[in-house]
Nanobody
Framework: QVQLVESGGGSVQAGGSLRLSCAAS?????MGWFRQAPGKQREGVAC???????LYADSVKGRFTISKDNAKNTLYLQMNSLKPEDTAMYYC?????????????????????WGQGTQVTVSS
């Protein structure tokens, strides 16, 4: 059983930055960040596959950077130039079956491990 613990959320003004962290207790192939705003469906933000390749949602490209510290087994999401529309609960997810690729489309695949979420609020 893999446990994921997120941290780093908070409240910032538009244009500001935050860095989210996700500490994992076990090894998984694919890891990613997802978010869900009130009244909206969960959406994929960025993910890291087992080969070290990354994938980003169009809405965050050029502003967010996903990275991983393998020694610490920790996933990060650096969020710059934040916008009010980035306000959401952010979740870290991991999967022990996705090998060689990752998926952001939540309607296509459900990752099998999820963190408890960390709130990000961006004010205008």
């Amino acid at each position: 059983q893999v446990q994921l613990v997120e941290s780093g959320g908070g409240s910032v003004q538009a244009g500001g930055s935050l860095r989210l962290s996700c500490a994992a207790s076990g090894y998984t192939y694919s890891m990613g960040w997802f978010r869900q705003a009130p009244g909206k469906q969960r959406e994929g933000v960025a993910c890291f596959d087992s080969d070290g390749d990354t994938l980003y949602a169009d809405s965050v490209k050029g502003r967010f950077t996903i990275s991983k510290d393998n020694a610490k087994n920790t996933l990060y999401l650096q969020m710059n130039s934040l916008k009010p529309e980035d306000t959401a609960m952010y979740y870290c997810a991991a999967d022990s079956s996705l090998y060689g690729f990752c998926i952001l489309e939540v309607e296509k695949y459900e990752y099998n491990y999820w963190g408890q979420g960390t709130q990000v609020t961006v004010s205008s």
